[in-house]
């Protein structure tokens, strides 16, 4: 009997801490799986493309990069993205790598639909080429955004 006892007392510790050790990974480690991918053409004559990539947890980001023939354009692409926010949360300046000249700018924003939920948005300029993260979840956009940043 105190096999059997013990046996089960080591089981559910092990269950136990498998369990809890993985949801710890899950929360500081978060994982994206990608939902589906295509190309897109923005207002402007930016061409590019966008992916929807899902967290275990269930949040949802989007990730829209545009490639536009000047940087006046994809200015003008950025200038109207940041127009129709709710908030501007964080401005950015982006440097080179030698940090001398300046690339781009980079915002963190907040939107409202219609039905009162937020949405967080974050906008980037480099050169010729726009690059956009959306997701309901501000840790998850930040995170993500930080992963796939290239520029």
């Not at 978060?30 to 190309?39: C, H, T």
């Not at 940041?82 to 963190?108: C, M, N, P, Q, W």
Request: net charge positive; no cysteine; glycine share 8%.
């Amino acid at each position: 009997m105190r096999k059997i006892a013990a046996s089960l007392l080591i089981f559910i510790v092990a269950f136990g801490s498998g369990t809890l050790g993985t949801k710890a990974y899950y929360k500081w480690n978060i994982q994206f799986r990608l939902l589906g991918s295509g190309v897109s053409s923005s207002g402007g004559g930016g061409y590019g493309s966008f992916s929807s990539w899902e967290s275990y947890d269930g949040q949802r980001v989007t990730k829209y990069i545009a490639d536009f023939e000047s940087h006046e354009a994809a200015r003008r692409s950025l200038d109207e993205s940041i127009s129709t926010a709710t908030d501007i949360l964080e401005k950015e300046i982006l440097y080179d790598r030698s940090h001398t000249k300046v690339v781009g700018e980079r915002y963190v924003t907040r939107r409202e639909t219609l039905y009162g939920r937020n949405y967080y948005e974050i906008i980037s300029l480099d050169e010729t080429t726009v690059y956009t993260f959306i997701s309901p979840s501000l840790p998850h956009v930040r995170i993500f955004e930080a992963r796939e940043r290239k520029f």
